[in-house]
T-cell receptor, first 114, second 110 residues
Framework: ETGVTQSPTHLIKTRGQQVTLRCSSQ?????VSWYQQALGQGPQFIFQ???????GRGNFPPRFSGLQFPNYSSELNVNALELDDSALYLC?????????????FGPGTRLTVL | DAKTTQPPSMDCAEGRAANLPCNHS???????VYWYRQIHSQGPQYIIH???NNETNEMASLIITEDRKSSTLILPHATLRDTAVYYC???????????FGAGTTVTVRA
């Protein structure tokens, strides 16, 4: 186990709604990265938070947003849900933000948009 | 764009060593090779990473060729629980993200 937890485990929403997913990082880690994994594909990077600031962003629209809290836990918010947002959402925590800092993943949140 | 090439699938016999190849012919001097695996519907699990020297831990060994253009992940004694998708990822030391490709689906058979 990595010590990274995510909630909820599963979620069903309808198109147009908004959703918030949560992630608690491993003890001592100050960086959280979020990934989206569509069925049958590898995870795709959404964004990263380092010390409560967005540190980098992948090719995702602004309706994907996030927060990181002083305890380094994080939220991913998705507004105006679309059917294609159905995916496994993964968060990963690391000691720092750079490439020498190994990312450890949580179990993911399965989001279904109807 | 993926910087690595992996076979889409491979089978291994339980109890035998599994050798998973990865090609990264355009790797730069500041890029590490990372390996993760993902068992069905779970989060990716970190296995090992290296820069240019061979590395070993309790899970696997990573062999990187001298020119660093390819590497092999070795699972010394494959078990049925090693059945998973294995991702080989090249990541620069100043890069904040992991870029996953399609990976190799490894099936360990009894």
């Amino acid at each position: 186990e990595t010590g990274v937890t995510q909630s909820p485990t599963h979620l069903i929403k309808t198109r147009g709604q908004q959703v918030t997913l949560r992630c608690s990082s491993q003890s001592g880690h100050n960086t959280v990265s979020w990934y989206q994994q569509a069925l049958g594909q590898g995870p795709q990077f959404i964004f990263q938070y380092y010390r409560e600031e967005e540190n980098g962003r992948g090719n995702f629209p602004p309706r994907f947003s996030g927060l990181q809290f002083p305890n380094y836990s994080s939220e991913l918010n998705v507004n105006a849900l679309e059917l294609d947002d159905s995916a496994l959402y993964l968060c990963a925590s690391s000691l720092g933000e750079i490439g020498t800092d190994t990312q450890y993943f949580g179990p993911g949140t399965r989001l279904t948009v109807l | 764009d993926a910087k690595t090439t992996q076979p889409p699938s491979m089978d291994c016999a339980e109890g035998r060593a599994a050798n998973l190849p990865c090609n990264h012919s355009t790797i730069s001097g500041n890029e590490y090779v990372y390996w993760y695996r993902q068992i069905h519907s779970q989060g990716p699990q970190y296995i090992i990473h290296g820069l240019k020297n061979n590395e070993t831990n309790e899970m696997a060994s990573l062999i990187i060729t001298e020119d660093r253009k390819s590497s092999t992940l070795i699972l010394p004694h494959a078990t049925l629980r090693d059945t998973a998708v294995y991702y080989c990822i090249v990541r620069a030391n100043n890069d904040y993200k992991l870029s996953f490709g399609a990976g190799t689906t490894v099936t360990v058979r009894a």
